[in-house]
């Protein structure tokens, strides 16, 4: 039975959160909540739950066997795991730490948070041609042109 698919939604969903309270100014909006606590949350376990995701993706690749799609998927895996890896360290660095160059810290981090998700969306477009195709919609027909896999 392929259980991959049940445990890529954790990191994409989570992630994905803490990009989106990453990037847009919420406390602009809603000054008397407090959205650090929930957004390094987000970022913590959703870098802990790719961890599941790679592991039953090498079962997977068991099951499934070698394809031109999953090199480049497996490499894409490692590439989204080191980039959240390294925001989570550089946050959890912050919270007993505190740089000195606080905005160097934060922009590092919209980086990373922006890196990453492209990279969330490159990994499901490839994981997408895998299973249904390399047109099963436009960002996986484009990214599959961009990797030469049509």
């Given at each position: 039975m392929m259980i991959?698919?049940?445990?890529?939604?954790?990191?994409?969903?989570?992630l994905t959160l803490y990009v989106l309270l990453e990037l847009v100014?919420?406390?602009?909006?809603?000054?008397?909540?407090?959205?650090?606590?929930?957004?390094?949350?987000?970022?913590?376990?959703?870098?802990?739950?790719?961890?599941?995701?790679?592991?039953?993706?090498?079962i997977a690749e068991g099951l499934v066997g070698e394809n031109v799609v999953l090199s480049v998927h497996k490499a894409g895996a490692m590439a989204i795991l080191l980039i959240f890896l390294v925001s989570a360290l550089l946050a959890l660095w912050n919270q007993f730490?505190?740089?000195?160059?606080?905005?160097?810290?934060r922009i590092a981090q919209k980086l990373l948070a922006i890196l990453g998700m492209l990279a969330l969306i490159v990994q499901g477009a490839l994981g997408a041609a895998m299973v249904y195709g390399y047109t099963a919609d436009p960002i996986t027909n484009l990214v599959s042109s961009l990797f030469g896999f049509h």
């Open positions: 991959h698919p049940a445990f890529v939604h954790f990191p994409l969903a989570l100014p919420f406390s602009k909006f809603f000054p008397k909540v407090g959205l650090d606590q929930v957004k390094y949350f987000l970022l913590y376990v959703g870098t802990l739950s790719i961890f599941p995701a790679i592991a039953t993706g090498i730490y505190s740089f000195s160059r606080p905005e160097l810290f």
